[in-house]
């Protein structure tokens, strides 16, 4: 007796019969084309705190390295039940 195949779960059965919520864990735009949560890390406060960390310790070799630590923000959508923007 042949097995059957084993059935193929997709996404959206998932969707359809449990409570899922999904979140990308950068910044997707708002105008995409899925109302997607996400965590915002912000990438630009990021950046300038590199350059400006990197300037220092190029114009002073004996400066102590510093830790800078930024708080990401949840941008929440219609994946985790919030609402479309």
């Not at 007796?1 to 449990?18: E, F, G, L, N, Y």
């Not at 995409?32 to 002073?60: C, E, F, Y």
Request: hydrophobic residues 35%; aromatic residues 0%; charged residues 25%.
């Amino acid at each position: 007796m042949d097995k059957p195949a084993p059935r193929r779960v997709t996404i959206v059965d998932v969707a359809r019969h449990a409570r899922v919520s999904t979140t990308a864990v950068s910044k997707v735009p708002r105008n995409g084309p899925i109302s997607l949560t996400s965590v915002d890390q912000d990438g630009r406060q990021m950046g300038a705190n590199a350059a400006r960390l990197l300037v220092d310790r190029i114009t002073d070799r004996t400066r102590r390295t510093a830790q800078v630590t930024l708080s990401p923000g949840l941008v929440v959508r219609r994946t985790t039940g919030g609402t479309a923007p």
